[in-house]
């Protein structure tokens, strides 16, 4: 499928974000079909699945990660040696780019396979995807706990691990493997930052000159970069911490290839749960 998507494109099958009120002209036909949005039923649908016990769980992990986040970043400022600088700065940065790479594979895994009925973890972890789609600006209007609870959640482990290490390991042994946790904690800084900056990607009012400054800068995620995903059939772009990989992984169709490899595997066909929500009318 050719991936450049033109401007018309982008207008015609994706929501009109930055434009609420539907000022932008479109033509006739296009004007009459549904939107989407909050007023989508499909949207409405997954919005009412989130539960209190799902809340409750993404507050305890939130609270989790944070305490291990604190005391793994004073145990990395304590055995911190200037010499080891650059270093530092090279696991840090690879840790960055992992986790972009992490975000575009899970989004993918997530937007692509699986179904909302799966137990349990349909309602709980693949339903925010299919509700992103449909209704995009969803997002802005989540709370701390509803945007970021998921990602803090999967850096526990690894935060607890690495916590672990530095109480029981001697001060040799941590400095052996001392830029190895720069990488693991980097990454799971930005893990846990992925939903945030893909928020963020979504607000066209009112963000602070600082995140407008870091996504210009594509430091984070910037808003034209990832609208670009959000063109039906959703098929592309899947990064959204700082969303540089997109670019190599583009060239090289990655996406496509994975999927025609998964397909062949087990003969299901992408996205096929993520069409039949974006076709709910009633
Ligand atoms: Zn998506
Ligand atoms: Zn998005």
């Known amino acids: 499928m050719g991936v450049k998507k033109t401007e018309t494109d982008i207008l015609q099958n994706s929501m009109l974000e930055d434009d609420p009120n539907s000022n932008t002209q479109l033509t006739e036909g296009f004007q009459s079909k549904p939107?989407?949005?909050p007023q989508h039923a499909g949207a409405k649908e997954l919005a009412s699945q989130y539960t209190f016990g799902k809340r409750v769980q993404e507050i305890i992990c939130l609270v989790l990660s944070l305490g291990l986040m604190v005391f793994n970043f004073i145990q990395l400022c304590w055995h911190f040696s200037p010499s080891n600088i650059l270093a530092v700065i090279i696991c840090a940065g690879l840790g960055i780019?992992?986790?972009?790479?992490?975000?575009?594979?899970?989004?993918?895994?997530?937007?692509?396979?699986?179904?909302?009925?799966?137990?349990?973890?349909?309602?709980?972890?693949?339903?925010?995807?299919?509700?992103?789609?449909?209704?995009p600006t969803a997002i802005t209007?989540?709370?701390?706990?509803?945007?970021n609870g998921d990602n803090f959640a999967a850096?526990?482990?690894?935060?607890?691990?690495?916590?672990?290490?530095?109480?029981?390991?001697?001060?040799?042994q941590i400095q052996a493997e001392?830029?190895?946790?720069?990488?693991?904690?980097?990454?799971?800084?930005?893990?846990?930052?992925?939903?945030?900056?893909?928020?963020?990607?979504?607000?066209?009012?009112?963000?602070p000159w600082y995140i407008t400054?870091?996504?210009d800068l594509h430091i984070i995620?910037?808003?034209k970069h990832h609208r670009i995903h959000h063109v039906a059939p959703h098929e592309t772009y899947y990064c959204i911490t700082t969303g540089w990989l997109n670019y190599p992984l583009e060239a090289i169709r990655f996406w496509p290839r994975l999927e025609a490899v998964i397909e062949s595997l087990t003969g299901s066909k992408p996205r096929s749960d993520d069409l039949m929500w974006a076709k709910k009318s009633s």
């Not at 209007?141 to 945007?147: G, Q, S």
């Not at 850096?155 to 040799?172: D, E, Q």
Request: proline residues 5%.
């Open 155 to 172: 850096t526990v482990p690894f935060l607890a691990n690495m916590a672990y290490r530095f109480m029981t390991l001697s001060p040799a």
């Open 141 to 147: 209007r989540h709370d701390f706990v509803e945007t």
């Open 35 to 37: 939107r989407w949005g």
């Open 221 to 223: 995620l910037p808003r």
């Open 97 to 135: 780019v992992t986790a972009d790479f992490f975000s575009g594979l899970v989004h993918w895994a997530a937007d692509t396979w699986g179904t909302v009925e799966l137990p349990i973890f349909g309602k709980a972890f693949i339903r925010p995807f299919r509700e992103h789609h449909i209704d």
């Open 213 to 215: 400054g870091l996504q």
């Open 178 to 207: 001392y830029n190895w946790q720069c990488f693991v904690f980097l990454l799971c800084i930005f893990v846990s930052l992925t939903n945030q900056c893909h928020k963020w990607s979504h607000t066209y009012f009112g963000l």
